[in-house]
């Protein structure tokens, strides 16, 4: 053979990977041809299952994945795989290796292949839920958590032993049982712990409202600004007593809705545009103003129903587009978390805690009530399809206070309800579809300073008046010292009472009383039409 045939031999040997030797393949002693068995494939020696340890909520699936090794390390395929596992009724596995978790607990999943073994181990865990989910109550309250296991898709998942920690016990504690108790003002972390899962929930402790009885306000609705020869309201402060009463609201100015800041320093106050005989007067306009009406900054070009945050920082209001809005007390930072229905969304009422706004989405008079955290995420409804009106938080953040017209479901009346829904309950008598009872308070100041008691008054206004005790479910009624007479609020100390009532002159006044019903005092004006009168909260 010459030069280039063994060229020919050992470039043809190159490619196709076969090492030339002195002999045949099989041994024989010569020739170009012929063949032989390939070498065996190496043995399977190790099996990795992984993830090793892998955990998943109930229901949901997990897929495995297996690694083949021979002895010298070396990544093996096309190798048959079985699977097995050792719960098959609560964590099944497939031919392909994807477990399912079907009950809570742990199995052990098996894979073999060439007669080697590797596992791994799976947990089914459910996701807990805790009720409610933004709790608060006073120090020295207590309050009932609850646990509900759930599978992933909302399902229930069983029972486990459930574990309850506090991260503070300086600012609250919590028994086994799920039983928080508050101990000083704060937000403290609280976490439940079942079936190898966990979740958690900040519980804030308020503030108690404070018992330092001050100073009052009131608008007087027969105000008078010439050019227009109509009737402006003026907003007034005064002393408990009505003395050194003074006028915050601006000459000409329109003053509807205003609110008392938590500390009782400032006011918001809404102004109304008003045209008349062919004038314009007053502005469109939402301000912070102090209590002797200096200060003024604008929080918007106008708004209704301003209410302070608990902390005094935020203010919540609807604006005339029936969308509610929330600016900071000193005029920035304005934002819009409406949901953006056609429906107006109305009344809004923070909760004590600052973590929650309830409100009226209202298509009609009166309809439904929702919540909505700050920062517009976490809607929802908290009362069925039902006409709802002027909700009210109480004072440790356990329940709404709002009253209902005469339409069913729920019938005319005063009502409380979870923030968290449920059933309403029936504060005031008579409270069945079609029946006639009271609705809260409108005026601010419906709960009493204590914070267990709510006012409640009859269908008619002004009309008879009473409170409601949450602890104890006793309604109690309240005497005025005249007819056509309302209930305006109790003082921060419950010592006295503010209502307003119809003067011989035909024009409501206001008057004060000791909540025994004597020592009655009036306090606007003679021949002056006043609105209800709303306390100075105590620091």
Not at 310 to 318: E, L, S, T, V
Not at 449 to 476: F, H, I, K, M, Q
Not at 503 to 517: C, F, H, K, L, W
Request: contains cysteine.
């Amino acid at each position: 053979m010459g030069h280039s045939g063994v060229a020919r031999r050992i470039a043809a040997a190159v490619l196709s990977g076969v090492v030339l030797g002195c002999g045949s393949p099989d041994g024989g002693n010569g020739g170009d041809g012929g063949g032989g068995p390939s070498p065996s494939p190496a043995p399977v020696a190790t099996v990795t299952v992984a993830p090793g340890d892998t955990t998943l909520l109930m229901e949901n699936m997990a897929a495995l994945r297996v690694v083949l090794r021979d002895s010298l390390n070396n990544i093996l395929t096309g190798r048959t795989v079985t699977w097995s596992t050792s719960a098959g009724a609560s964590v099944p596995v497939s031919t392909a290796g994807v477990a399912t978790g079907l009950a809570l607990g742990s199995a052990t999943i098996t894979a073999t292949a060439e007669g080697r073994t590797g596992s791994a181990q799976v947990h089914v865990i459910p996701r807990i839920v805790v009720s409610p989910e933004l709790p608060s109550l006073f120090p020295g309250d207590t309050l009932l958590l609850s646990a509900r296991l759930e599978t992933a898709s909302g399902l229930p998942a069983g029972t486990a032993v459930v574990s309850w920690t506090s991260a503070s016990l300086g600012i609250g504690t919590v028994t086994s049982g799920g039983v928080a108790s508050g101990v000083a003002t704060g937000v403290v972390r609280v976490t439940v712990q079942a079936a190898g899962a966990a979740a958690g929930v900040d519980l804030a402790v308020v503030r108690r409202p404070g018992t330092t009885t001050r100073k009052i306000a009131w608008r007087y609705q027969d105000g008078t600004f010439p050019p227009m020869t109509v009737e402006f309201p003026e907003l007034w402060v005064a002393e408990a007593d009505g003395s050194n009463a003074v006028r915050v609201s601006g000459y000409g100015d329109y003053p509807m809705e205003y609110s008392w800041s938590p500390d009782g320093s400032r006011l918001a106050v809404q102004y109304w545009p008003i045209t008349a005989n062919g004038m314009t007067a007053s502005r469109a306009a939402l301000v912070a103003i102090n209590a002797d009406g200096s200060g003024e900054v604008s929080l918007g070009a106008g708004g209704v129903r301003p209410r302070w945050s608990p902390d005094g920082r935020q203010i919540a209001y609807r604006d005339h587009n029936g969308d509610l809005r929330v600016v900071n007390s000193d005029g920035t930072n304005l934002r819009n978390i409406s949901s953006g229905g056609a429906a107006d969304e109305l009344d809004p009422e923070w909760s004590p805690d600052g973590r929650l706004l309830v409100y009226k989405v209202q298509s009609t008079w009166c309809d439904e009530l929702w919540v909505v955290r700050p920062d517009g995420t976490g809607r929802r409804r908290i009362t069925i399809p039902t006409p709802a009106c002027d909700p009210r938080f109480s004072p440790d953040g356990k329940w709404i206070a709002y009253g209902s017209s005469t339409l069913p479901p729920s019938g005319a009346g005063a009502w409380l309800v979870s923030p968290w829904g449920g059933a309403a309950i029936p504060i005031s008598p008579n409270c069945t579809p079609g029946g006639s009872c009271g609705s809260p308070a409108y005026a601010p100041g419906d709960w009493l300073a204590g914070g267990y008691e709510v006012l409640v008054r009859s269908g008619t206004n002004p009309g008879p008046t009473a409170t409601y005790d949450v602890r104890t479910g006793v309604t109690t009624p309240i005497t005025l010292p005249v007819g056509d007479s309302q209930v305006c609020g109790w003082s921060p100390d419950e010592t006295m009472i503010l209502y307003r009532y119809l003067e011989t002159d035909g024009r409501t006044r206001i008057g004060r009383m000791t909540s025994a019903g004597t020592d009655l005092t009036p306090i606007s004006a003679l021949g002056r039409e006043a609105s209800c009168a709303t306390w100075q909260p105590s620091p």
